[in-house]
């Protein structure tokens, strides 16, 4: 009876163990062990698939074929001879033992094929011969993958390929194209909706691509061989691609080369944060009878790119900031021939904290439109002696005035700032520190004269105060009831107060304010109700102390009966709202919605107790979010605090967070 008794007891408690047991049986039955020819007795006594050396990819594929989902094929150490593809399948995992210990060396031109329906991950394994990874598919993610010394036969060693679909979320985790000749990591596709979104590197590196062998085609039918180490775009559109640590060095061309999307759009969120480029240019740095580059640039960037502490050292141009602009925080030249040139500059460029050490041409502000280029706190040092300009505006650019250097210090080089286009307006320069120059300014207007300068010589251009209206400046169109935004810049002893006024053709309709703070912004105007409409307005402002000093709306204005949303457009600031605390030198995100007319681009205003404390970003992109918003670390703190995003075009379309926020 006690017998009994027992077995009754733990029957249950068998069944289980039981089941567990099968269960780990079964899990460890999903990892499927592919030996090579070469691998060790220990490996293909384990192994479930023993390779020839010869067609290796039949072993390996049949082997992947078999897996459940979720399955695992483990390729052992040793030498795989390939002759066409490896097909994951969809939510499988291939693996290897290292990128030095399992070798597949492709003896055609083919792939390890990342397509299906996505979800497969891959690592530890490297690929030799004519072979690439070739990726069609989303959700994926590599690690540790190394492709090595491949011949010229495909454009990539690397590559992800959009044929009329947005290829997304993938992943590349310490992976490496190294003496590839060919580029390292591509993007490309083909079609109207070809895309790649949401593509993470980290702690990547391409290596010497193109350095000893270049791709002309796969049927050599390019009379110019193009070797770069990463693409993030090139003839498809691409949002969200962040690379972390990663670095591109001794490229036949350029390292990191952004190109405009194929739409005419944004490269949008492009980031490469803590990169390096080394070396590259190498076509004509080591190899004159190819010279000149194309570019030749550490960083090629566009538009829509954002640079955090890069470094480039020793390429032909450091970066190289291309087809309407890009934002650089941090970022450091030393010893390339030019350490930034901007051409085709129409919509601005930020550059922040950033460095230029020994370079023959620092700053090369070169073609395009040239406006909203803002220079701040960046360091030009040589300690040879250099005949050429610390930073140099050449004859071509269209709008030199739109090009201000402040904050900032030049030391070592024959001129400080030289403004070769100043027949077309003068360059704005605010607290530069000159030191060992012949000429501390060429071609510039001179807001303030840092006392930090030991040039001996005086500058070019001095400065004359100055009020300038900004906006509303003519064609906006403002809605009665609304409260629009008001601006202007100052220079030179302008005085500390302004006063506001609306005038109706000519005549002054309404002193809007008969005092307010000279800080180049009014936002605290409601146009009333009872307004008389019309389109013969413009806003005037006064020195309060020197009426001489004084401008007005290049050109006339409206005023409606609309409303905001219809008339003027609608900006809601989201983030942050009020009530949120922010630590000094933490990087956040600001948000807002917008509809109506508010135009392409938006102005973001931190305030502090109501008044202007700084300009965040004199111009993005208004398309609700902001995410480089660098607080800096010697803030002041408080929790008096707001943002105010503003339309660019339009001053009446404005909005500041809902209540106040902490810096802390």
Not at 152 to 180: L, M, R
Not at 317 to 325: A, I, M, P, R, S
Not at 509 to 520: P, R, Y
Request: proline share 2%; hydrophobic share 30%.
């Amino acid at each position: 009876m006690a017998q009994h008794e027992w077995y009754q007891k733990n029957t249950l408690k068998f069944l289980l163990i039981g089941l567990i047991f099968f269960c780990l049986v079964q899990a460890v039955g999903a990892a499927t062990i592919v030996a090579a020819k070469d691998s060790s007795s220990t490996w293909k006594a384990q192994a479930k698939y023993i390779c020839d050396g010869v067609n290796d990819q039949v072993e390996i594929n049949a082997a992947l074929s078999a897996l459940p989902s979720g399955g695992t094929v483990i390729l052992a150490s040793g030498k795989f001879n390939l002759a066409s593809p490896v097909r994951p399948k969809s939510h499988t995992t291939l693996e290897g033992q290292g990128k030095d210990a399992t070798i597949l060396n492709f003896v055609s031109e083919d792939s390890v094929s990342l397509g299906n329906s996505g979800y497969i991950t891959i690592s530890d394994f490297q690929i030799t011969g004519k072979g690439r990874v070739y990726i069609t598919s989303s959700h994926n993610v590599l690690t540790n993958i190394k492709v090595y010394n491949v011949d010229n036969s495909k454009a990539s060693a690397f590559h992800i390929y959009a044929y009329y679909t947005v290829v997304q979320d993938v992943e590349f985790n310490g992976c490496e194209a190294i003496d590839v000749d060919r580029s390292g990591f591509l993007h490309t596709g083909t079609g109207s909706t070809s895309k790649t979104s949401n593509i993470r590197y980290n702690n990547c590196r391409a290596i010497n691509c193109g350095r000893y062998g270049q791709y002309y085609g796969e049927n050599h039918e390019y009379p110019d061989a193009w070797c770069t180490g990463f693409v993030p775009v090139e003839n498809i559109d691409g949002e969200n691609i962040i690379y972390t640590n990663c670095e591109a060095s001794g490229s036949w061309e350029n390292g990191f080369h952004c190109e405009p999307p194929r739409n005419g759009g944004d490269a949008i969120n492009i980031q490469y944060i803590n990169c390096i480029a080394r070396n590259n240019g190498q076509k004509e740095l080591t190899n004159s009878a190819y010279a000149p580059c194309s570019w030749g640039g550490g960083f090629v960037v566009v538009k829509g790119n954002y640079l955090k502490n890069c470094v480039a050292e020793n390429n032909l141009v450091g970066y190289y900031v291309n087809n309407q602009g890009a934002e650089l925080v941090g970022c450091i030249d030393r010893g390339s021939r030019t350490g930034y040139l901007l051409l085709l500059i129409s919509e601005g460029v930020k550059m922040t904290g950033c460095s230029a050490i020994g370079s023959t041409q620092p700053v090369n502000i070169w073609t395009g439109s040239t406006k909203n280029i803002v220079i701040d706190d960046i360091e030009i040092s040589s300690s040879t002696a250099k005949s050429t300009p610390g930073i140099l505006i050449s004859s071509t650019a269209a709008t030199p005035s739109g090009v201000l250097v402040k904050n900032s210090v030049i030391k070592g080089y024959k001129y400080g700032v030289q403004n070769k286009a100043s027949s077309k307006g003068l360059t704005q320069v605010y607290n530069v520190a000159v030191q060992d120059a012949t000429t501390d300014f060429i071609g510039c207007k001179i807001l303030s004269q840092s006392t930090a300068s030991t040039s001996t010589s005086t500058t070019t251009q001095t400065t004359t105060p100055a009020l300038t209206t900004t906006s509303p400046n003519g064609g906006e169109s403002w809605a009665r009831g609304t409260t629009p935004h008001i601006t202007w810049t100052s220079s030179g002893s302008v005085g500390s107060y302004v006063k506001i006024e609306l005038l109706k053709a000519g005549v002054v309709n309404k002193v809007i304010t008969s005092s307010t703070a000279n800080d180049g912004s009014y936002s605290s105007w409601a146009i009333p109700t009872t307004q008389t409409t019309g389109s013969d307005y413009k806003i005037r402002i006064t020195s309060t102390s020197n009426s001489a000093y004084a401008d007005s709306s290049n050109a006339y204005f409206s005023i409606t009966s609309g409303s905001t949303t219809t008339a003027t457009g609608l900006i809601t600031v989201t983030d942050p709202n009020g009530g949120e605390s922010y630590a000094r030198g933490t990087t956040q995100r600001i948000t807002w919605t917008s509809s109506g007319s508010v135009g392409s681009n938006v102005k973001i205003e931190l305030l502090k107790a109501g008044v202007v404390n700084r300009i965040i970003t004199s111009s993005t992109a208004n398309d609700g979010s902001y995410s480089y918003w660098d607080i800096s670390s010697s803030q002041t703190t408080g929790s008096d605090y707001k943002i105010r995003i503003s339309s660019t075009t339009n001053g009446a379309c404005t909005d500041s967070s809902g209540a106040n926020f902490a810096i802390r």
